[in-house]
């Protein structure tokens, strides 16, 4: 079974701070995404990774940064955190191509005070 | 632009009763369709997919979702509901590598 993980399940952070969340999967999967989830807006996509050290902007690309430097991890980053981004962040692998589902990790749920 | 949109955003069943949660999307080619499940406390997970073909598809736990081209619909459906299938569901499209997800419809079945 595909398996994503994601590093910490709760997370608190001050605002300013500098914040990673890290993504892993162990499917060789060439895509990796970065979602968050908000309650009544669903999951708006922030950034995807089609490739390692590829990226390209979702949706919602502002206030965040992404890094994948390796194929099976994706990095989302926080430059300065602040309280809007207080929020669920799903990561998510799939397959390059085809006609595959996307499998998502468990989230993170990061509060920003 | 590329959507996908659920109309329903929240839903309440009494167990027995039968479930439709409507979809649709707005794309001029060749599309892929997904309904995935969000378990209270737990991760997404697929429901069903559709590619190709047989535009009845089946999917785990009882449900079932169908293609309509002509109404840009992928509704999902499941006969008898019940208490275990309190959850939130999203549709999903998907063309080339990025996906659209509606913005959720929250299920709650009662007892």
């Known amino acids: 079974d595909v398996k994503v993980t994601q590093s910490s399940r709760y997370l608190v952070k001050r605002t300013g701070e500098k914040v990673f969340l890290e993504c892993v999967q162990d499917m060789d999967h060439e895509n990796m995404f970065w979602y968050r989830q908000d309650p009544g807006l669903g999951l708006r996509l922030i950034y995807f990774?089609?490739?390692?050290?590829?990226?390209e902007k979702g949706d919602i690309p502002e206030g965040y940064s992404v890094s994948r430097e390796k194929k099976e991890r994706f990095s989302l980053i926080l430059e300065s955190a602040s309280t809007n981004q207080t929020s669920m962040y799903l990561c998510?692998?799939?397959?390059?191509?085809?006609?595959?589902?996307?499998?998502f990790g468990p989230g993170t749920r990061l509060t920003v005070l | 632009a590329q959507s996908v949109s659920q109309h329903n955003h929240h839903v309440i069943l009494s167990e027995a009763a039968s479930l439709e949660l409507g979809c649709n999307y707005s794309?001029?080619?060749?599309?892929?369709l997904f309904w995935y499940v969000q378990y209270p406390g737990q991760h997404l997970q697929l429901l069903l997919k559709y590619f190709s073909g047989d535009p009845l598809v089946k999917g785990i736990k009882g449900f079932e979702a169908e293609f309509i081209k002509s109404k840009f619909s992928f509704n999902l459906r499941k006969p008898s509901v019940q208490w275990s299938d309190t959850a939130e569901y999203f549709c999903a499209g998907n063309t080339g590598n990025q996906f659209y997800f509606g913005t959720g419809t929250s299920l709650t079945v009662i007892p």
């Open positions: 794309y001029g080619g060749t599309v892929n």
């Open positions: 990774s089609y490739d390692v050290k590829m990226k």
């Open positions: 998510a692998s799939r397959p390059f191509g085809g006609v595959d589902e996307q499998f």
